[in-house]
């Protein structure tokens, strides 16, 4: 591709949403008819739905509910009201679901120290719901296990032991239970791999706000400044977070860290990265304003490793589409970084919903192709190591065909604005132009300033 430049670059200010859109009952209702057709089609009797605090969105998907400080347990059976079990705490949120939900008290879904001495027997409850004796029941937490793992990959559950050794006595030997969470999270055919229009708004709403955070932090912070200062920067508007917010500088800047007391010194290595459901913006590099305060030994490091990275990520950009497979993006991302010196460490790209990561079709030789209405996070990160640290530029895209653009334009005009000036900065500003059908979400679209102190210069391919 064209050669990278380092240059000055006008960032322009896309807009920040204020109202974030609804999702009406009907969107709900109509999620939870196809998982009872996707649940007959599997040949299952009925389906059983985990969720924690880390592990909430295949059931907040389903219902509008996500449990917090507690877990909850939502039973799905034929002709049956579903069942929602969770703690004390919940009970109100969990009554009020977007579906009509029974919603009870299970105790020790409950902090520690709470009263238990009523708890009702957890196989009877089960049964109660719908769980028989013979039944096919699938389980559905957050992960399912292919023959890379298991002979039986089908048996193998993430959910808590004694959950699932009840609802196997329940079911007897007669009955069989197996992880069913390819209902919800296969690549292709999972119910949250394709979303609706107000979802995608939604994550747009979402990538608005979290990179407008990294970016009031990029251009505000400065040498002296404590890691947790720097994060009060951000701003951050109070949405729920899909990871712990991020930001370690020096010798503590290890990409999953939380803020410290650390003050930043020129000179530091950098990495922050802020996730809300549906989207995450992060960026990385040094804590510098040029080359000549890099560490001796990585002055080289916008040829080395940062103008390699964004011929990469550009390619990302400029190649992904509705029908391209997860394989031709991993072979693109090898061609440019394939050299065990970027030690690629994650798949180069995959599928963002409220969960940070749900699935990806992104693997060497992956057949599965992205298809519209998916939302897509570039994600490369080069674990490169000393003395170079490494560089990251990840932010989210979705991908609609023709009437799915048209349908988005028509729901949601001011979102659609800024995702056409998006599209208009990348073709011309970075010399990135995308396919149609791709919608840049990031109010910082492919911005990659590699010296945190001169965030007003980035790499660009013009």
């Not at 949250?192 to 955070?213: G, P, T, Y």
């Not at 640290?389 to 979102?415: K, W, Y």
Request: with cysteine.
């Amino acid at each position: 591709m064209t050669s990278v430049n380092y240059k000055q670059v006008g960032l322009p200010d896309f807009g920040t949403p204020t109202v974030c859109p609804e999702l009406s009952g009907g969107i709900y209702r109509a999620r939870f008819d196809r998982l009872l057709a996707a649940k007959k089609a599997a040949g299952l009797d009925t389906l059983v739905v985990y969720a924690d605090r880390e592990h909430c969105a295949n059931l907040h998907y389903l219902t509008g509910f996500d449990p917090r400080f507690e877990e909850a347990l939502m039973v799905v059976a034929d002709r049956r009201v579903p069942l929602i079990l969770t703690g004390p705490e919940n009970l109100g949120r969990a009554a009020a679901a977007a579906i009509e939900v029974e919603a009870r008290v299970y105790p020790p879904f409950g902090l520690l120290g709470q009263d238990r001495t009523r708890t009702p027997p957890l196989a009877d409850l089960l049964a109660d719901a719908g769980v028989a004796a013979g039944a096919r029941v699938g389980l559905i937490g957050w992960k399912y296990f292919t023959g890379q793992e298991s002979r039986t990959p089908e048996l193998w559950s993430e959910l808590p032991a004694y959950i699932v050794e009840t609802i196997r006595a329940v079911a007897g030997d007669g009955g069989r239970v197996v992880n069913a969470n390819t209902l919800m999270m296969a690549n292709e055919t999972g119910l949250r791999a394709i979303n609706e229009i107000d979802q995608l708004a939604q994550f747009e709403f979402a990538a608005s706000q979290a990179s407008e955070a990294i970016k009031r932090m990029l251009f505000g912070i400065r040498p002296g400044m404590s890691e947790y200062e720097a994060v009060g920067l951000m701003q951050l508007v109070g949405i729920p977070l899909s990871c712990h917010v991020m930001l370690s500088t020096g010798a503590r800047a290890v990409g999953l860290s939380s803020p410290s007391g650390k003050a930043i010194e020129i000179g530091d290595a950098f990495t922050s990265a802020v996730g809300l459901w549906g989207a995450l913006t992060s960026r990385a590099g040094w804590f510098v304003a040029g080359e000549e305060q890099l560490p001796e030994a990585a002055r080289d490091y916008l040829d080395r490793l940062a103008k390699p990275y964004f011929a990469c990520a550009a390619e990302w950009y400029a190649t992904i589409g509705i029908g391209v497979t997860g394989g031709e993006m991993d072979a693109l991302a090898r061609r440019h970084l394939g050299d065990p010196f970027f030690n690629l460490i994650l798949n180069p790209g995959h599928l963002i919903h409220l969960d940070e990561w749900m699935n990806t079709p992104v693997y060497p030789g992956s057949g599965e192709r992205f298809q519209s209405g998916q939302a897509v996070q570039c994600d490369i990160i080069p674990a490169v190591g000393d003395p170079y640290f490494t560089t990251n530029i990840e932010d989210g895209i979705i991908l609609l065909d023709e009437r799915g653009r048209a349908a988005f334009r028509e729901a949601h005009p001011e979102a659609w604005g800024r995702i056409e000036a998006r599209r208009a900065f990348m073709d011309d500003a970075l010399g990135i132009k995308l396919k149609p059908e791709v919608l840049p979400l990031s109010n910082m679209p492919a911005y990659l300033p590699p010296f945190i102190l001169a965030p007003e210069r980035a790499l660009t391919l013009r």
